[in-house]
């Protein structure tokens, strides 16, 4: 059988559990996005009985992935949906975590509606963990409770992403990127330490929205102190808009029963279609390396797989077609404790290119921001080798003159 499983936050956990626990299973394709919490099903003993199958590789599939033992399909967060719908992937099953039923008998997909709505919506056999703790929210996200043929309760905390303190490489970028980001706009970020940067950063511009695949506490923040109001925004004027969530508990209060917030799947959310209606759109993503000539690896390190396509090429794309919008990769300059540099001449062998040299703007790291838009390649080099960190700046005009012959400044 071919088996959806909920991600993020609302990784059904006792489903996953109780179904390795069986003895006689066998043949089992698990498909999933990243999913937080204990991962039996992708470890060696359970091969032959349950693959795993990633559409965005989290933490705890990496390893299998990369041993042979699990794998991993590229594509667009927005064109998973139709993955399900269109048969291409014929579900058998969904495993889901859903809230509480209301008076009307209705559950919701809580903090991850995402790929999750085509799943409920085409597999024939739901089953279900109802968590007292997961919060109701507002969008494309109810499932008729008569809908499961089989379900458990539980009231467990969901998982939780705990906030970091930033580092000056962080301040630096979040500084950068705050900078370029007008009153008015409208925001893509994800979760982590720059993200949050820029966003503590935006406490000064006036009437912000969010249209974003998620989001996470730094949000809120900005919600609060009235930052976010999404007053300008034509496309759902007045509402947040994304397909999952992922940070603390204070988070997933906000949402709870929230109708400020739309969840909506991840087809609607990344739909450049959409994305290019929304004015002064800012769409911050992130990077594992990028060459000189502004090809950008997010996926992976090398041949390893890392995380996944997502939705950076629907945002940088939708971004770059909005009107006053900025398309931006964000990366501290180094890896490895400053042992190595991220902007490099040539990709690591192995590397996906998630952001392709014609569809990169932005590229921003703690030693500026530069726009390769329209520029040529000997330019794009010079620029990137002038954000690029400084100990590996010589040996940067070097490489690149040896591939390209060029003399840069």
């Known amino acids: 059988m071919n088996v959806f499983v909920h991600g993020a936050a609302a990784t059904p956990t006792p489903l996953l559990e109780a179904m390795c626990r069986r003895s006689d299973l066998a043949g089992i394709r698990l498909y999933h996005m990243h999913t937080e919490g204990p991962a039996p099903f992708v470890e060696l003993g359970y091969r032959g009985r349950f693959t795993s199958i990633s559409l965005f590789t989290g933490q705890p599939a990496r390893k299998a992935v990369q041993d042979g033992y699990a794998d991993f399909i590229p594509v667009f967060l927005s064109d998973i949906p139709s993955l399900f719908r269109d048969g291409n992937i014929r579900l058998d099953a969904a495993l889901l975590q859903v809230s509480h039923p209301d008076r009307h008998g209705f559950c919701s997909l809580g903090t991850s509606v995402d790929a999750a709505r085509a799943a409920a919506d085409s597999a024939p056999l739901l089953i279900a963990e109802i968590n007292r703790q997961m919060p109701r929210t507002h969008g494309h996200s109810i499932v008729p409770m008569s809908s499961f043929a089989a379900c458990i309760e539980t009231d467990r905390p969901l998982y939780e992403h705990a906030a970091v303190a930033e ?8 500084e950068q990127i705050a900078q370029l980001i007008e009153h008015g706009s409208t925001l893509q970020t994800g979760i982590g330490a720059i993200p949050a940067a820029v966003l503590s950063r935006l406490t000064n511009k006036i009437d912000l929205g969010v249209h974003t695949e998620m989001f996470s506490d730094g949000v809120v923040d900005l919600v609060h102190a009235g930052v976010i109001t ?22 997933f209060d906000f949402v709870d029963d929230n109708p400020q917030v739309a969840f909506l799947p991840c087809d609607i959310t990344n739909n450049t279609n959409l994305l290019r209606k929304i004015d002064r759109l800012v769409a911050v993503n992130s990077a594992l390396q990028i060459d000189l000539t502004g090809q950008v690896c997010a996926d992976s390190l090398g041949h390893q797989i890392y995380s996944g396509i997502g939705g950076q090429m629907d945002f940088m794309r939708g971004a770059a077609i909005s ?22 001449a040539e990709l690591t062998p192995g590397s996906g290119v998630v952001t392709t040299r014609g569809h990169v703007h932005w590229i921003v790291t703690e030693y500026g921001a530069v726009n390769l838009h329209g520029l040529s390649l000997r330019q794009r080099g010079e620029q990137l080798i002038s954000i690029a960190h400084p100990d590996f700046r010589g040996e940067l005009r070097k490489q690149f003159s040896n591939i390209r012959h060029y003399s840069l400044g």
């Not at 580092?167 to 979040?174: F, H, K, Q, R």
């Not at 300008?232 to 007045?238: D, S």
């Open 230 to 251: 999404n007053r300008r925004k034509y496309i759902y004027p007045g509402q947040i808009v994304t397909s999952f969530v992922v940070g603390s508990r204070r988070l």
């Open 167 to 174: 580092t000056s490489v962080e301040a630096a970028i979040g």
């Open 323 to 344: 009107q006053g919008g900025l398309p931006i990769i964000a990366l501290p300059s180094t890896a490895g404790g400053g042992k190595f540099s991220r902007i490099v």
